[in-house]
């Protein structure tokens, strides 16, 4: 505060800084999912390897002409013809294999009813690597006005044509801050104060967003990274920022300076903050154990968001806290403050009455919220992870209109065919391969299997199989474990072919199989650490053992809700997010990391007021009471803008960002409505004096960490000091007697 110019000039000159660099480096984000290793990923460098061709990303355009025409009309051929030498002819664009050919391939790129065709383009580079530019210049020449004529539908898909359709995360950001900065001055019925809290997030999370975007430059980052790192730092950082103002105001209520209530509110919400933090970086940098660089970008690029915002907290807030002085209270709270005098912190209002009310009834209450808990985890239990592909986009878009014609016209399989790539090693093989394409031809669940396409080294073939069932079908993940468990190793017996199967639902299968297989060993991290971390800083075995239990809970009740609305498709579509369709094999990693640091926010903020109290008088009812009573309102209010924020992002047009936010959202109202104003509170009642148990002998061997130390002020002398055990003070000297804990 006392160099509150240079510490905000040098934040903005972060700011401009890392803006500066990023622009001028650009994005180089990845979509890339592969688990080294897997079969999948073995069979896609097995085929960039022998078919250099073969690296640029495949879109398709679809045609469907009206119904007194076919589309080998000349009319609808020569329009389409035109199209096609058109988006032929542009920059990036490699190859164009259209249906009006001679050959058979041509001739199966048009449907049985004759009404529905479609070309393949083939860009020159990956999808994650073309220009949005230049996809954009591909939909324009295929949907122009005259291709489009007398009735004739046409419609484009793949992963660079989805580029085009990509609306930002910009509308849900302003939406998002928006409703958070009405939440603020609601509660705080001051401007000045309202807008504190979002310039501090808005400055930490715009130098993050830029960083994340120069840190894709040194190792693998998930595309969707940005978004989630923004939607993450936006609702804890507008949420630390109210924790620490709302304290800043309580001394300037009771009469402190406004350097005075900076210093207080800093030293001791600003310290819980920074433990809070830390708990959010600890769960999220957990997924680093996976050891999978996929995951690693994002982990990483998360925590960095978390840093900043954490960093901005305790250090450019209360730089403008002293810029706005007095007005971080409103005009009547100022005035009240100059007729009637500093006042106490007493709790009153309704937030005292409902502290009141839980603490005559803890087991009914606790009852309720329990039941609350359970009802929406339910779906949880049919959880599918899988593959959601463009027939998951909303229904208006072009990448969901070309999915349903080309499932429509040639079976849902065509959507996503499977890739079956053999090393050849002599003409014995080349034969041997041969056989396998019959034998693929012949397997139930295959609709069709082209012939084996050998290299120019004769090294190398490929056979392309589709499936009858869609990419996302059951069915389909179960034709990919048969050929590779059955078909193929009956086929190659006795040969020295190397046979792998890859494509869409194979990569994704494997994804799914080693995020599952490792999810045990994540989870158990996650929680020891936060356990450990509680332990610590409460000197309580009770308090850790709850909190995991109210993590897991939070997250499998927001697992049920994704489950109800993404994979059974409650109003999935009436809210833009498209059809129904399995659940990401990484969602549930990303979101235990999330919600276990979002969780651990709420027990830290609650039990440390529960704790301070409880230091002072040793009373586990009135520690409880006076505890919910004075935390459960800005609990509250910070739930309601970090779920504002986080149901903003659904109007990303994302499908992946909109399930972290909706996922995000449910698990926050459970935890700060049900958890922690509810459930916690009355579990800890029903417990009495055993929440801060801890055995003498762990006592004196863990290291003294505080979150949030007391403001001085004299203690209660507690029965078990009166009893004769040994003080053990703290680093003020203020801290009660180590068995009192």
């Known amino acids: 505060m006392r160099h509150r110019l240079v510490t905000v000039l040098l934040w903005l000159l972060a700011l401009g800084g890392s803006a500066a660099a990023a622009v001028g480096a650009g994005a180089a984000f990845s979509n890339d999912y592969e688990v080294p290793g897997t079969e999948s990923s073995k069979a896609h460098a097995l085929l960039r390897e022998g078919f250099h061709g073969q690296g640029g990303d495949t879109d398709t355009i679809v045609w469907r002409a009206p119904d007194h025409h076919g589309v080998r009309a000349p009319a609808v051929e020569q329009r389409m013809t035109r199209a096609l030498d058109a988006v032929a002819g542009l920059p990036g664009v490699g190859s164009v294999a259209g249906p009006y050919g001679s050959g058979g391939e041509s001739a199966a790129r048009i449907s049985a009813d004759g009404r529905t065709a479609y070309a393949v383009v083939t860009f020159d580079r990956p999808a994650d690597s073309v220009p949005e530019a230049r996809a954009k210049a591909v939909v324009d020449a295929a949907k122009n006005p005259t291709t489009r004529a007398d009735g004739l539908q046409v419609e484009l898909g793949g992963q660079a044509v989805a580029l085009t359709e990509a609306r930002g995360a910009h509308l849900a950001e302003v939406i998002g801050v928006a409703i958070a900065a009405l939440v603020l001055f609601l509660a705080f019925g001051s401007p000045a104060a309202s807008l504190v809290p979002i310039a501090t997030a808005l400055v930490s999370v715009g130098i993050a967003s830029f960083g994340i975007t120069l840190l894709g430059h040194a190792m693998t980052v998930a595309d969707f990274a940005p978004m989630l790192g923004t939607l993450v730092g936006l609702g804890v950082g507008i949420d630390y ?335 833009g997010l498209g059809s129904a369709g399995p659940i990401e094999p990484f969602l549930p990693v990303i979101m235990v990391s999330v919600l276990f640091g979002l969780s651990m926010d709420y027990q830290v903020f609650l039990v440390s007021r529960m704790y301070e109290e409880w230091l002072e008088t040793g009373d586990n009812q009135r520690a409880v009471r006076i505890g919910l009573a004075e935390t459960s309102r800005v609990i509250n209010s910070a739930a309601v803008i970090m779920i504002s924020v986080f149901l903003a992002f659904v109007l990303s047009g994302d499908r992946i960002i909109a399930m972290f936010g909706i996922a995000l959202a449910a698990a926050v109202a459970l935890d700060a409505f049900v958890l922690r104003t509810l459930l916690v509170p009355a579990l800890m009642h029903l417990l009495g004096g055993a929440n801060w148990w801890l055995p003498a002998w762990l006592d004196r061997r863990l290291p003294r960490i505080s979150i949030e130390p007391p403001e001085c002020r004299p203690r209660a002398t507690l029965p078990t000091q009166r009893a004769g055990t040994t003080d053990a003070t703290s680093e003020d000297g203020t801290e009660p007697a180590t068995a009192s804990r």
């Open 241 to 575: 920022a109210l924790f620490i103002v709302t304290r800043h105001r309580k001394g300037l209520q009771r009469g402190l300076s406004v350097e005075e209530a900076a210093e207080s509110a800093v030293a001791t919400t600003g310290r819980a903050v920074v433990f809070a933090g830390a708990t959010v970086c600890i769960a999220l940098l957990g997924m680093l154990v996976l050891r999978l660089n996929f995951l690693d970008g994002v982990a990483i690029a998360a925590s960095l968001t978390v840093v900043l915002t954490v960093a901005a907290s305790v250090t450019l807030l209360p730089a403008l806290l002293s810029y706005i002085a007095a007005r971080a209270l409103s005009r009547r709270e100022r005035r009240k403050l100059a007729a009637e005098g500093p006042r106490g912190e007493s709790p009153a209002g309704f937030a005292a009455r409902w502290s009141a009310f839980v603490e005559r009834r803890p087991k009914l209450l606790g009852l309720l919220a329990t039941v609350i808990m359970v009802v929406p985890a339910l779906p949880a239990l049919s959880l599918h992870l899988g593959t959601s592909d463009q027939g998951n986009n909303p229904a208006a878009s072009t990448t969901r209109k070309a999915y349903d014609l080309l499932a429509e016209g040639f079976g849902p399989g065509v959507n996503g065919p499977l890739t079956v790539v053999a090393r050849l090693d002599g003409a014995g093989d080349r034969v041997a391969v041969d056989r396998l394409a019959e034998s693929l031809r012949t397997t139930p669940g295959v609709a069709s299997a082209g012939p084996a396409v050998l290299n120019r080294s004769a090294d190398t073939a490929v056979v392309t199989v589709v499936p009858d069932s869609a990419p996302q079908s059951r069915a389909t993940s179960d034709l990919v474990d048969a050929l590779r468990s059955e078909v193929i190793p009956r086929a190659a017996h006795g040969t020295s072919l190397r046979v792998h199967v890859g494509g869409v639902t194979a990569g994704y299968d494997d994804f799914a199989e080693v995020i599952v297989g490792k999810l045990p060993l994540f989870v158990g991290v996650v929680i020891t650490l936060g356990c450990v971390l509680l332990l610590l800083a409460f000197r309580s075995i009770g308090i850790p053992l709850k909190a995991a239990a109210m993590n897991v809970a939070a997250v499998a009740s927001s697992f049920g809700v994704v489950v109800a609305v993404f994979q059974w498709g409650w109003g999935s579509e009436w809210m």
